[in-house]
């Protein structure tokens, strides 16, 4: 049993600094308890939430147990679906408020510098009508005449510092932004996305979810709260013990053909935008193709040191070519060159020794020959229309 006194880890914490989503939000629908987190797996990084209280406190039997990574991501495509039609108000308004923040910030430097050249003026002044006999006072006047020198030196360099880090007119414009906002989930699953702001997000919208198993239809029951007073119930199949979701043949497939040619951060990518999901029902993500490819044994993707690469995809093959892409594809498409395309929204896969056989010259050359067209036309194509002359 892992215990719930947490180490000091990156891997572990509550809210913070954990990876699990909803720490500090569940509770159980059976005893009011809230969920405690632990963290499980080699690593350390699989959530799972757990009613411990009641046997740690007063010796009473556990409540309720279930994996942490579907509740997590149930959760997620509930709060996008909620706060989705928001974004783009709110990917407005962070753009206005970061505007008005810099302006606030140039302005205040401005008033400064304005007044500091002020007070070096009046020190001139009063350094050029003192007494020169007077060398007492000159030199005092001189000293604070150039130490409001430097200060206004020191505010110049400030406002550029400002002027370079923070320019006008290159912040991210707000049509941008609000096409950001139209892919919220796109944001959301990204790699650099920080995990706190995600934290936040869910716990600004979120109350708390009550958390219950119901036995006879082996399902998660979960009863979101949200800030406005709504409730929503989501129910989740549950992994019995000794039971197995494999992934399907043909996303094993996919993956040991796409990564010939992508990294698995580009193969999630891949397969999240043709709606495929893990044998658990999950999106994919890049440790998860990570762990697919070790337990199928298939190879990561590594570029050759020499560039000669054996596999390639559409571009770089229409490259080495000499055609253009679209060309390379038709001609794929037709089957006039042998390829590869595991999904119907995913990149074309050619073999580099493909690209000498005859049949890849003859594209190549009829290509140069006609060059508006794509392909050209086959020399033993018939013609629907034949002609009248």
Not at 277 to 287: I, K
Request: overall charge positive.
């Amino acid at each position: 049993m892992v215990s719930d006194n947490v180490p000091q880890s990156r891997h572990h914490g509550a809210a913070k600094h954990g990876s699990a989503l909803l720490a500090g939000l569940l509770r159980c629908q059976r005893c009011g308890r809230k969920l405690t987190v632990r963290y499980t797996g080699k690593k350390h990084d699989i959530p799972r939430y757990s009613c411990w209280r009641g046997i740690l406190d007063n010796g009473e039997a556990r409540c309720i147990a279930f994996g942490g990574l579907r509740v997590d991501d149930a959760i997620e495509h509930a709060l996008l679906q909620v706060v989705g039609p928001g974004a783009i108000a709110a990917a407005e308004a962070a753009a206005r408020q970061a505007a008005h923040q810099r302006d606030q910030v140039r302005d205040a430097l401005c008033r400064d510098l304005e007044a500091a050249q002020y007070a070096t003026d009046r020190a001139f002044r009063q350094y050029d009508a003192s007494d020169p006999e007077n060398r007492l006072v000159t030199a005092e006047l001189e000293t604070r005449w150039n130490r409001a020198l430097t200060y206004v030196q020191e505010i110049e360099t400030k406002l550029a510092h400002h002027n370079t880090v923070s320019p006008c007119g290159t912040a991210l414009p707000v049509e941008d932004l609000a096409a950001l906002g139209t892919d919220l989930e796109y944001v959301w699953s990204a790699p650099v996305s920080d995990a706190r702001l995600k934290k936040r997000i869910v716990r600004t919208v979120i109350r708390e979810v009550m958390a219950d198993l119901d036995d006879d239809t082996a399902e998660i029951v979960l009863l979101v709260h949200w800030v406005g007073g709504a409730h929503t119930e989501i129910r989740l199949p549950r992994r019995r013990r000794g039971q197995r979701n494999a992934t399907p043949v043909d996303v094993i497939d996919a993956v040991r053909q796409l990564a010939r040619i992508a990294s698995d951060d580009v193969i999630a990518g891949v397969l999240n935008r043709n709606g495929l999901v893990t044998g658990n029902g999950n999106r994919w993500t890049r440790e998860r193709v990570t762990a697919l490819r070790s337990y199928r044994k298939i190879p990561v993707f590594k570029f050759d040191p020499n560039g000669l690469d054996r596999w390639l995809n559409l571009t770089k093959a229409a490259k080495l070519l000499g055609v253009a892409p679209k060309t390379l594809r038709l001609a794929a498409e037709a089957s006039d060159i042998k390829a590869d395309h595991p999904l119907a929204d995913g990149p074309w896969i050619f073999e580099r020794a493909e690209l000498s056989r005859p049949g890849a010259q003859q594209l190549k050359k009829r290509a140069r020959q006609n060059p508006k067209h794509p392909t050209g036309s086959h020399p033993d194509q018939q013609n629907l229309f034949p002609s009248t002359k």
